[in-house]
């Protein structure tokens, strides 16, 4: 899959009740077989709900205006008529990390699930990891000159770089590609990602566990639950409900004096049955306690807003 989406120019940057920072105005897609073999492609406009202007620097890449998202049918219609066309397919390749990042915020904006059942893959990372090892990113084209391949339409289009995607992923091997390498590159990541979380995430981190092939994510909270209540040798008495914040997922406890915050991230499951969530308890004080409680009546807010 490739996205292309528009931003807020300055003139129409988003107010509190447009939280989304990217909205997606073109879908393009192709379902490949387990070798990588096309078997047929999705390619849609989206007309845009929240900054009907285009930012003249994405008119300019992608070539699409204003007058040409005129008439297009909105996301939720767009979104539903992917689904009925990939029938339920919950495996999704992207060409680097930002296309999954937008999609996720776009479903939660749309009052979707937030994609939690989908398993989203990065090949630009997979190829980086297997054959660059620099950290580097790799462009869709210069992958493609370096495995020899012919591209495919014009650029920044969705439906082409799907398709180089595509040709990019049977090139390599397809499904099995994936399978060797996405074991790799998830535990170069949580290297990255914990001390990036050290980093930035208020409050002391407790501890971390990683819940394994979770098919349904109500099984999350049920399941870490028990632990946290025997690393505080107490039981925790939840404050705040879970609520979404940048694509993970948090809530407050009390066990006895002390306030706990845990937070869950997923990632395609090493095993590739279901996901793997990331679990993370930190203790915070009562000022981290009543921002999270701000934070969750602002996201509520603007749900309502939106449904009006």
């Not at 591209?151 to 770089?161: C, F, I, K, R, T």
């Amino acid at each position: 899959m490739d996205l292309e989406w528009n931003y807020g120019t300055t003139e129409q940057s988003a107010p509190a009740e447009k939280s989304l920072k990217f909205e997606i105005i073109q879908i393009g897609a192709a379902k490949v077989d387990a070798q990588g073999k096309i078997l047929k492609t999705f390619d849609r406009l989206v007309g845009p709900s929240v900054y009907p202007k285009m930012a003249s620097h994405v008119e300019k890449l992608t070539g699409i205006t204003a007058q040409r998202l005129s008439g297009a049918q909105k996301f939720p219609t767009v979104w539903k008529a992917f689904c009925d066309w990939s029938g339920g397919e919950q495996q999704i390749i992207f060409w680097g990390n930002c296309d999954g990042a937008v999609l996720l915020s776009n479903l939660l904006y749309h009052g979707f699930s937030g994609g939690e059942d989908l398993e989203l893959y990065d090949l630009q990372a997979l190829y980086d990891c297997a054959f660059v090892k620099s950290g580097q990113q790799t462009a869709l084209g210069g992958a493609l000159g370096a495995l020899e391949l012919t591209p495919y339409g014009q650029y920044h289009s969705a439906l082409a770089d799907a398709v180089n995607a595509a040709s990019i992923f049977k090139s390599l091997g397809g499904e099995e590609f994936i399978r060797q390498n996405q074991p790799k590159l998830m535990q170069l990541l949580a290297r990255r990602h914990r001390k990036k979380v050290q980093r930035e995430e208020p409050g002391e981190l407790l501890m971390e566990k990683t819940l394994e092939n979770i098919t349904d994510i109500d099984q999350v909270q049920p399941q870490f639950e028990p632990q946290l209540h025997r690393y505080m040798n107490a039981a925790p008495k939840q404050l705040i409900e879970g609520f979404y914040r940048n694509h993970k997922k948090i809530w407050a406890y009390q066990c006895e004096d002390r306030f706990v915050k845990v937070t869950s991230r997923s990632r395609p499951a090493r095993s590739g049955r279901g996901k793997d969530f990331i679990v993370r308890f930190y203790q915070i004080d009562r000022a981290q306690l009543d921002a999270l409680r701000r934070l969750k009546v602002r996201q509520e807010t603007q749900v309502r807003r939106r449904r009006r």
